[in-house]
RNA sequence: GCCCGGGUGGCGAAAUAGGCAGACGCACGGGACUUAAAAUCCCGAGGCCCUAACGGGCCGUGCGGGUUCGAUUCCCGCCCCGGGCACCA
C-alpha cells in the first residue's frame, strides 16, 4: 500500500513526542465537541471532576497530577461506555488578582482573564480531555448572577443574617483576611511579620449551623469518602452534648444581667464546682471591673496573654493565670457560694465563656485550683454500675466518664452517665438550666471588604432599613475600573454609581452593599453548573441535575477537606430543601491525592525546586509528564518528583512505539479475529497469558484502588517480555515468527487501548499507524479471559521450617497428594530431610510447600 | 496531648486473603552495536560470609516482645517522620 509509506515512519524511529504530540494537539483543537458529554443517552452516566483552580498564572504539577488522574478515570469511563461527564473552569474571583492590581497596575478582570487563556492552553496541551462547551468562569455575570440569586433565596427564608462580629483585619493590607489568609496561627500571608488584628464589623452570615446536625449525620452515609476527610470534618463541626447551668450571681445584678451561664459536659460533678471561671473577654467581667482599676489591669494583662498565645499558635500551652473579682456565685444546685474568677484559658468563643470549675474532674481546673489553692471536691469515685471495685481515693483529678457519683445530694448513688440525664432534667423543671448541644463549627461569615468578588445584592435604605435587590434587577454588576486602593475599606465605596441606587421600596436614595462574597460561595456550588452551564433562566434545571448527581468521582487535594467540602455539602442540603435538587450530598466517592514534593519539600519558589509542566512538556512531552506523575507514587501517597525518573518513562514510550512500528505492517493486514489458544505454540501461548494477565491488572486498578503505578509497571513488563522475544531474531524466532499474525494483531491494539487512559498522544498515534477506523476514545475496552490469563505450570517454593530449600515445578491444577510428592522427591530436598523426623508438611496449593522437621 | 498517614535496597517503590521480600523504574556495573560518542539492545545487582569456580551459608521490611509450620502483613509495648486537631469545659 502506497499511501503506508507516507503515514508509516521507519521501523526504528526514535519516538519523536513532539511531532507526534503536536499533530494530534492541532487535530483535537480542531473538534470542540470531541469530549462532549450526551445530554441524552442509553448509556450509565459518569460524572467525574477534578476540583477546578485558581487561575493564578500557570499549571504546577500538582494540578497536573490531579488532572492525570480524573483525566485517566474519564477516558477509562468512556471507553467501558459511559456517558462521561468530565468539565473545567475557574475560580476566578479573589484577592491575588487585587494584588496584581496594586503591584503591577493590571486591572483584575485583565489580569485573571490573561491566566486562564495561558493555564487552559496548558491544559490543552497537556491533553486533558475536557468538555469545554460548559466551561465555567465564576468571575462572569453569567456565573455570579446566581450567586446573588442564591443569596437572595437565603435571605427570604432567613438563612443569611447580618451582625456584628470579630474579623481578622491586616493592618498593612488594610483590608480583611478570610481565615485561610491568616498564617502560623495570626500573621498575614502577605506580610508574614504582620500579626493580624481583630475588628468588630457588621457582616453578612449564612447559617449554616442550621446544618450541623446534618452535615455531622450524614458523614456515617458517605461511605466512599477517605476515613480522614470524615473525621476532619467531624471535628470541625465539633459537636458536644451538655447542659447549660445559670450561676445566679450573689448580690445586686450588674447590668449584663443576673446570673452567668456556664456550659458543661459533666453536669454530674456540679457539687464538686468550687469556683466560676470566666473568660477575660466575658461581658460581665467589664462589669465586674469597672470600679476596680487595678483589678481591671490584671484583667488586660489576662487578654494580652490569651492574645498573644493564640498569635502564636500555642493556646493550650500557656501558664495558666487568673485573678478573683471578688464577685459571688450561688451554685444553683446545693446553694453554695462560690468565688468568680477570671482566666486566661476560658474561651469567649466556645460554650458560654464561662465555666464552673471542677477541680477534682477536669485536669484544667485541677491545675489552676492547685496553683490558687482553692478546694478540691471529690464528688464521682471509681466503679458504680457493673464495677466491683470502688475506691474513696482516687488518683486526681478522677476524670472517668462512669463513675459513681457521691455527696451530691439526690443524685448521691448514681452512675455519671444517669446523673447527666437526670441533673440536665431537674435544672429545666427548676428554671435554672437545661440539656443543650453545642458545635464547634460557627455560622459562615462571607462578607468580604474587597473588590474582586460577588457583589452582595443587598440595599440600604433610611426608611427601609435593609432591602433585597429585586430578583429582576439580578445580576448586580461588579464595576470595572475600580481603583483598588489600601484606604481600608470596600474599594467599591469609592465608586459613587454603584454605591448608589434607587430603594425599590420607596423609590428614595439607597446605598448599596460594598462588601463582596467569600469565593467559598462560587465553589461551593460550581459543579451544579457544569451539568447545564449555558442556562440563562436559571443556575440549572432540575431534572439535568437528577440525571448527573451526585457527582460519582471527585478528585483534589486533602487541604480542601474542610472549608470547600463543607460549604459544597451545606449549599446541596439547603438547595434540596428549596426544592432546586434532589440529592442530598454532592459527592459520592471523594479522592485525595497526596502533594507533588521535590528534594524532601514541597515545590515552592523560595525554595527554588519548582518543576513546571512546560518544561516538562517541552523536554519529554506530555505523555512522559502525565505517565510519570501516575507512575512515581499511588495517587493517594505524595510523590517525590525525580528529574531521572521521567526520563525512565520516556524511554518506555519509545519502546511501545518502536515495537508497534515493527509489526504495524503486519498487524493492518490482519483481520480482526484472534486466535484459539488451542492453536498456539507454547511460546505464543506465553505471550497469549501474558497479555491477559496485563489487562487483568490495568482493569483491576481501575476497579480497585487506583494504584496505577502498578498498573503502569505491568504494562511494562508486558512490553519487556516482547523484547526479550525479539532479541531471539538471530535464531530467527521475532516475535513476528512465534506470535501468530492475529494474536500479534490483538496484541498491539490491546497495547494502544491500554495505554490509552495514561498516554493519549501515544495511544492515539498507534492507533492510527495500526490502521484502526473510528476514535479510540470510544473504542471498548479490553477484555481479559480468565482462563487464558491462567498459569499452566507454576514453579513452587519448597521450604524447610520456614526458608526456601528448592523449587519443583507442577501443573497449576496439581492435587495437594501430588505437590507434596513432588516435594519430598526432590533431591535437595530428601538430603536436607534424610534422617530427620518430619513432623508435618504443609501444602498451600498453588503458593508453596513447607517441610517442618522437628 | 489526641486523631490520621507513613517508616522496606544507593533512590522512587512492589508484595489486595498470613505463604518465594525487593516486581516496575531511577542511579550504578558489565557486555553488544559504533571509528567514537549519543541513542538503542542484552545481562548483573539487598547486606555479610565461605568457595578457584559451580554452588552454598547466615542476616535482612524502624525497635523490643508475642501468636503461627510460616509475619512487611495479625496482637502487645515503644521510637522516628509527615499531616490534622487542640486549655472545646
Known amino acids: 500500500m502506497a499511501q503506508d509509506e507516507k503515514v508509516i515512519p521507519a521501523r526504528d524511529e526514535r519516538y519523536d513526542a513532539q511531532r507526534v504530540e503536536s499533530k494530534w494537539f492541532e487535530r483535537w483543537q480542531q473538534e470542540p465537541t470531541l469530549y462532549a458529554a450526551e445530554s441524552t443517552s442509553l448509556k450509565p452516566k459518569y460524572y467525574v471532576l477534578e476540583m477546578l483552580p485558581y487561575p493564578s498564572g500557570a499549571l504546577h504539577m500538582g494540578h ?3 488532572y492525570s488522574i480524573g483525566d485517566a478515570l474519564a477516558r477509562y469511563m468512556w471507553m467501558n461506555g459511559c456517558n462521561v461527564l468530565h468539565p473545567m473552569g475557574w475560580d476566578s474571583f479573589g484577592l491575588p488578582a487585587e494584588n496584581a492590581a496594586i503591584s503591577a497596575n493590571v486591572p483584575p478582570r485583565e489580569w485573571t482573564l490573561r491566566n486562564i487563556a495561558n493555564m487552559k492552553a496548558q491544559m490543552q496541551r497537556l491533553g486533558f480531555a475536557y468538555d469545554w ?83 455531622l449525620r450524614d458523614l456515617g452515609r458517605l461511605p466512599g469518602w477517605p476515613e480522614k476527610v470524615r473525621v476532619m470534618q467531624r471535628n470541625w463541626i465539633g459537636r458536644s452534648e451538655g447542659a447549660l447551668i445559670d450561676f445566679k450571681i450573689d448580690g445586686p445584678a450588674p447590668p449584663s444581667g443576673p446570673a452567668i451561664s456556664v456550659f458543661t459536659t459533666r453536669v454530674d460533678t456540679i457539687y464538686g464546682a468550687t469556683s466560676v471561671q470566666l473568660a477575660p473577654e466575658h461581658p460581665l467581667v467589664s462589669d465586674m471591673t469597672a470600679e476596680n482599676a487595678v483589678l481591671r489591669a490584671k484583667v488586660e494583662q489576662l487578654i494580652a496573654e490569651q492574645r498573644k498565645a493564640k498569635e502564636l499558635g500555642d493556646i493550650g500551652e500557656i501558664e495558666k493565670h487568673g ?54 471536691r471529690l464528688v464521682v469515685l471509681p466503679g458504680g454500675g457493673d464495677a466491683d471495685e470502688t475506691s474513696s481515693d482516687p488518683p486526681l483529678p478522677f476524670v472517668d466518664e462512669n463513675g459513681l457519683v457521691v455527696n451530691s445530694g ?29 458545635y464547634r463549627l460557627k455560622d459562615w461569615g462571607i462578607s468580604r471588604q474587597r473588590y474582586w468578588g460577588t457583589p452582595i445584592p443587598m440595599l440600604y435604605c433610611e426608611e427601609d432599613g435593609i ?107 439547603f438547595m434540596r430543601d428549596f426544592g432546586l435538587v434532589r440529592n442530598d450530598e454532592p459527592v ?32 519529554y512531552g506530555a505523555d512522559a509528564a502525565r505517565l510519570y506523575s501516575l507512575f512515581a507514587a499511588p495517587p493517594d501517597r505524595d510523590l517525590d518528583w525525580q528529574d531521572k525518573g521521567i526520563e525512565g518513562i520516556q524511554r518506555f514510550l519509545g519502546r511501545v512505539y518502536r515495537f508497534v512500528m515493527r509489526h504495524a505492517a503486519a498487524t493492518r493486514n490482519a483481520g480482526p479475529a ?15 497469558r501474558k497479555l491477559h494477565q496485563t489487562i487483568k491488572r490495568v482493569s483491576d486498578d481501575f476497579q480497585g484502588r487506583w494504584h496505577f503505578n502498578t498498573s503502569i509497571a505491568a504494562i511494562m513488563e508486558l512490553v519487556n517480555e516482547l523484547y526479550g522475544l525479539e532479541e531471539n531474531r538471530t535464531r530467527g524466532e521475532s516475535v513476528a515468527a512465534i506470535v501468530p499474525a492475529g494474536l500479534l494483531a490483538e496484541l498491539q491494539r490491546d497495547l494502544a487501548l491500554l495505554l490509552a487512559p495514561f498516554a493519549p498522544y501515544l495511544a492515539h498515534e498507534l492507533w492510527e499507524i495500526l490502521g484502526q477506523q473510528g476514535n479510540l476514545l470510544r473504542a471498548p475496552w479490553p477484555k481479559y479471559d480468565p482462563v487464558l490469563a491462567q498459569e499452566e505450570e507454576i514453579e513452587m517454593p519448597v521450604q524447610i521450617n520456614g526458608k526456601v530449600r528448592s523449587r519443583i515445578t507442577v501443573q497449576a491444577d496439581a492435587t495437594e497428594v501430588l505437590v507434596r510428592e513432588r516435594a519430598m522427591a526432590d533431591e535437595k530436598i530428601r538430603k536436607a530431610v534424610a534422617g ?8 498451600v496449593p498453588g503458593r508453596l510447600v513447607n517441610i517442618v522437621l522437628c
Not at 836 to 843: A, L, M, S, T, W
Open 133 to 215: 462547551q460548559r466551561e465555567v468562569t465564576t468571575c462572569f455575570p453569567e456565573y455570579y448572577r446566581w450567586n446573588q440569586w442564591f443569596f437572595l433565596k437565603l435571605y427570604e427564608r432567613g438563612l443569611a443574617y447580618r451582625k456584628k462580629s470579630k474579623v481578622n483585619w491586616c493592618p498593612k493590607c488594610c483590608t480583611v483576611l478570610a481565615n485561610e489568609q491568616v498564617i502560623n496561627g495570626g500573621y498575614c500571608w502577605r506580610h508574614e511579620d504582620t500579626l493580624v488584628e481583630q475588628r468588630e464589623l457588621e457582616q453578612w452570615f449564612l447559617r449554616i449551623t442550621d446544618y450541623a446536625e446534618e452535615l
Open 64 to 66: 497536573v497530577r490531579n
Open 588 to 619: 459520592e466517592h471523594l479522592f485525595t491525592q497526596g502533594m507533588v514534593i521535590k528534594d524532601g519539600a514541597k515545590m515552592s519558589k523560595s525554595l527554588g525546586n519548582v518543576v513546571t509542566p512546560d518544561e516538562m512538556v517541552a523536554r
Open 323 to 376: 485573678v478573683n473579682t471578688g464577685w459571688g456565685a450561688i451554685n444553683p444546685f446545693n446553694g453554695e457560694k462560690l468565688p468568680i474568677w477570671v482566666a486566661n484559658y476560658i474561651l469567649m468563643d466556645y460554650g458560654t465563656g464561662a465555666i464552673m470549675s471542677v477541680p477534682a474532674h477536669d485536669e484544667r481546673d485541677y491545675e489552676f485550683a492547685k496553683k490558687y489553692k482553692l478546694p478540691v
Open 836 to 843: 530427620k523426623q518430619v513432623e508435618n508438611v504443609i501444602v
Open 410 to 438: 439526690l443524685f448521691s448513688g448514681l452512675r455519671s452517665p444517669e446523673a447527666i440525664r437526670k441533673m440536665a432534667e431537674y435544672a429545666q423543671q427548676n428554671g435554672f438550666g437545661k440539656a443543650t448541644v453545642t
Open 674 to 688: 484472534a486466535p484459539q489458544a488451542v492453536n498456539l505454540s507454547p511460546e505464543a501461548r506465553a505471550v497469549q
Open 467 to 573: 432591602v433585597p435587590v429585586p430578583e429582576k434587577d439580578l445580576p448586580v454588576l461588579l464595576p470595572d475600573n475600580v481603583q483598588i486602593t489600601l484606604t481600608g475599606g470596600s474599594p467599591l465605596l469609592e465608586v459613587p454609581e454603584f454605591l448608589h441606587a434607587t430603594c425599590p421600596k420607596c423609590g428614595g436614595a439607597a446605598r448599596r452593599e460594598t462588601d463582596t462574597m467569600d469565593t467559598f460561595v462560587d465553589s461551593s456550588w460550581y459543579f451544579y453548573r457544569y451539568a447545564d452551564a449555558r442556562n440563562s433562566q436559571a443556575p440549572f434545571a432540575s431534572d439535568t441535575i437528577a440525571y448527573w448527581f451526585p457527582i460519582d468521582q471527585y478528585i483534589g487535594g486533602v487541604e480542601h477537606a474542610i472549608l470547600h467540602l463543607i460549604y459544597s455539602r451545606f449549599w446541596t442540603k
